[in-house]
């Protein structure tokens, strides 16, 4: 809120300057109509400013044609002010809550994605594991299988050998 105070006292008084060209602000009208009557300005009337402002804020947001303007002069200005503050800072607050739910549940959704990615990851390590275990299993059979035959060709020629031996020696 300072620093709204600060730019619109800062484009005052460059636009009441002789000879200086003018400053436009979007929110320099609305701060006017606040703060620009003179030092001597009744709290009354700046409530009513303020609320009168938040007011049509408000109801333009909601899609309500803003009211006209009354002046209000009585101390219950004051608590118009105040409640409609209060009312702001509720939605703002009811904002930021669901801004902050939504958060969570995008960082919910991103983990339990990243647990499925994990989860497919290891599966997918468990089936390569799987794998290779049969592949060495296909491996030490065929070696098993070429040493049989290895060992049945050797004794064959041997028995074929003590065959010869004995029908020479006959």
């Known amino acids: 809120m300072g620093g709204l105070v600060r730019q619109y006292d800062r484009i005052k008084q460059k636009n009441n300057q002789t000879g200086a060209a003018r400053t436009d602000w979007k929110w320099y009208e609305q701060l006017d109509e606040i703060l620009g009557t003179c030092e001597t300005t009744s709290p009354g009337f700046i409530s009513d400013g303020l609320t009168a402002n938040i007011e ?17 002069t009585s101390t219950g200005s004051i608590s118009d002010a105040i409640l ?23 960082k919910k959704q991103k983990a ?20 290779e ?19 049945k060709y050797k004794s064959n020629n041997n028995h074929v050998s003590l065959i010869k031996v004995h029908y020479y020696i006959e």
């Not at 994605?113 to 594991?129: A, G, N, R, S």
Request: hydrophobic share 30%; proline share 1%; aromatic share 6%.
């Open 133 to 151: 275990l049969e592949k060495i299993k296909i491996q030490l059979e065929h070696e098993r299988q070429l040493k049989e035959m290895e060992y």
């Open 56 to 72: 049509s804020i408000t109801q333009k947001e909601q899609g309500i044609e803003p009211k006209s303007k009354k002046s209000k």
């Open 84 to 106: 409609t503050m209060s009312l702001v800072r509720e939605r703002m607050w009811e904002k930021k809550y669901e801004i902050q739910e939504k958060e969570l549940e995008f």
């Open 112 to 131: 339990e994605q990243d647990l499925t990615i994990e989860k497919d990851k290891l599966e997918i390590e468990k089936l390569k594991t799987h794998a």
